[in-house]
């Protein structure tokens, strides 16, 4: 009879242990889905303010209630910018420290719950919130060294054609002091009238980078009727490239942004040809009622890559700056064209389309880079 009492207590006792463990597994679960659930609304949060630190501190301290975190306090330190909130001195927080060589972070949290299995729900969104802030720092960071490499490229690039240009004028000076004579004069003119293409294509090229991304209009005294195709020829024959450029087309523009274009284009093509002896290139203008439409290729290999043709600060060449197909793509589209590269069963083919009208065109919403 005891023993059957005693049978009946340890079921009983196992039925209710049980019991208890599956409400403590269930609320446990219930927890665990809510910190999850916090989670995801801090990424989505972290996501609409941009990746703004002080943005997103803000509204994660609101979040973090749902999840019984009654505060946050935070030291982030990078660069010049500081954030800092500080924390209570006699509460339950947890707290840690990171330090980089180009930041800093210290975090803590403010819990309110002294349970032990709450511990692990706080970690949770802890190591959450701490990830997000460092991820975001390294993403500022990142895109303001970028910025500054890039920088210092498009200064060497403008320095680069700057100095070529004033080493021109110098030994211009130089050299006008000492002209004496028929015979010294001519040579002299004539060393001038073949410097004048190349010392054209360096001075338009300076002034179309020193104006990218500008809004003010040009002067229309600045625009000419150019003729595209007597361009591409005048191009050809500087670069010495192997082919011809037919056809005839004449576009209402300032001529140096035309030469950004086409100067950009050829002198690739240029460049390809010095690795590629037997390489040739091909050009056609051709007039369709208010466009011209350009198409160039060379007879070279295909290009790795090439839906980055554009991409600014891209390029392929070790001693390539990558802006110069982004720079003449930007001119095209200021003046409501367009610019596609592919490669082809025929080559590397460039099509250049252009408004024959009188003057830029207002940049529109589908137009921008």
Known sequence: MLTLKLIQSMYMFVIVSGLVVLV?????????????????????????CNYDIALFLPRARDLMRKAEIEDIFYDITYGESAFSKPGPAHKRTITRKITRPDYSIGLGIVTVSP?????????????????????????????????????SK???????DVKNVTQFIKGLLYNVGRVTGPERE????????????????????????????TEKEDEESDEQEVDVGGLLRELFELY??????????SVFSQKHKLVTVFDNIIKNISEKATNEPQLECFAFVREEGETVTVIIYDTGSPIKDIERM???FYTTKKSGLGIGLFQARHVVKKFGGNMTVANTDRGVEFTVTLMKGAGPLSLTAEQTL
């Open 154 to 160: 498009l200064q060497a690039f403008l320095l680069h």
């Open 186 to 213: 001519h040579r002299f003119i004539e060393y001038l009238r073949e410097s004048a293409p190349a010392l054209s294509v360096r001075t338009d090229k300076i002034l179309a980078t020193l104006e990218i991304g």
């Open 240 to 249: 010495g490239i192997r082919g011809e450029a037919t056809g005839r087309g």
């Open 24 to 48: 403590i597994l269930f609320y446990l679960r219930y927890l665990t889905n809510r910190a999850f659930k916090v989670q995801l609304m801090m990424v989505e949060t972290n996501r609409e």
């Open 115 to 151: 349970r032990g299995y709450q511990r692990y729900i706080y970690m949770i969104i802890f190591e959450t919130l701490l990830l997000l802030i460092e991820m975001d720092l390294l993403m500022r960071i990142k895109v303001a060294n970028e910025a500054l490499y890039n920088f």
């Open 310 to 312: 554009f991409e600014p």
